[in-house]
């Protein structure tokens, strides 16, 4: 083999990183972006319900699966704050306006559906803004047992956002898809849940809307931070580099 095949093929190698993709690893929560449904987290959430235009819409939830497999050594949680309804369509679907969604990775795994708090008590790993496409039907006011809620989300920041911010939503150039099916349980004394703070007459905040889908976008592994493999296979093309060349 020619000194200039050797030198192409230990670049290459060192540069390509010398193997297919593996799955990522970001904050002790991992998914495979080259895999079946590169990013295709299913979710349970409960939020407030909506019963007249200018209400508020607080939430908060889990992420149990990406791709059909346990998020990590880290559980992956969420808040939502700051949704507020603007309108109500013709079909009765509500719409609203703004809205942050919050992600927590968090290796106590002390997550506890009843206790709100225990989605927040982690590390901030991914931000988005909730685009003003989130619509559903609000189930108090409609007395339907359960309807959809979609929407899509724009990442603005956290540990994970290089890897989510990728704009690959069709037209609306989100990062995040979200879809739900969303039932009521207020009137269900055993499932609704308070907090101490709230906008509700006896002083407590009612989640009183389960619901569970799913939450996808196309992420990448192509970021501008290298990897240790990278570094470590960029080292060794560079020793041996060396001693091709003085061969």
């Known amino acids: 083999m020619s000194k200039q095949m050797v030198l192409g093929l230990v670049l290459g190698l060192s540069v390509t990183g010398g193997v297919g993709a593996v799955p990522i690893s970001v904050g002790g929560v991992t998914w495979d972006p080259d895999g079946f449904g590169d990013f295709s987290a299913s979710l349970s959430a409960w939020s407030t319900d909506v019963s007249a235009i200018g209400d508020?819409?607080?939430?908060?939830?889990?992420?149990?699966?990406?791709?059909?497999?346990?998020?990590?050594?880290?559980?992956?949680?969420?808040?939502?704050?700051?949704?507020v309804v603007d309108g109500v369509t013709v079909g009765g679907d509500f719409t609203t306006t703004g809205g942050l969604v919050t992600f927590y990775s968090d290796a106590s795994n002390n997550f506890d559906f009843m206790n709100p708090g225990t989605a927040m008590d982690g590390s901030v790993w991914l931000t988005a803004m909730l685009n003003d496409d989130l619509n559903g039907v609000a189930l108090a006011v409609a007395g339907v047992p359960s309807a959809p809620v979609?929407?899509?989300?724009?990442?603005?920041?956290?540990?994970?956002?290089?890897?989510?911010?990728?704009?690959?939503?069709?037209?609306?150039?989100?990062?995040?898809?979200?879809?739900?099916?969303?039932?009521?349980?207020?009137?269900?004394?055993?499932?609704?849940?308070?907090?101490?703070?709230?906008?509700?007459a006896d002083g407590d905040l009612h989640y009183t809307r389960q619901a569970g889908g799913t939450l996808a976008?196309?992420?990448?592994?192509?970021?501008?931070?290298?990897?240790?493999?990278?570094?470590?296979?960029?080292?060794?093309?560079?020793?041996?580099?060396?001693?091709?060349s003085s061969a």
Not at 56 to 69: A, M, Q, R
Not at 221 to 242: D, F, H, M, S
């Open 217 to 244: 976008g196309d992420t990448t592994n192509e970021v501008p931070t290298p990897q240790p493999l990278a570094l470590l296979l960029l080292g060794i093309g560079l020793l041996a580099l060396r001693h091709v």
């Open 56 to 83: 508020t819409i607080s939430g908060y939830g889990e992420i149990e699966k990406i791709n059909g497999y346990a998020t990590g050594p880290n559980q992956l949680t969420f808040s939502v704050t700051g949704v």
């Open 150 to 200: 979609t929407g899509t989300l724009d990442v603005t920041g956290g540990i994970a956002a290089p890897y989510f911010d990728t704009n690959s939503i069709s037209l609306s150039l989100a990062d995040l898809k979200l879809d739900l099916i969303a039932q009521y349980i207020g009137n269900n004394p055993a499932l609704e849940i308070h907090t101490a703070v709230g906008f509700h």
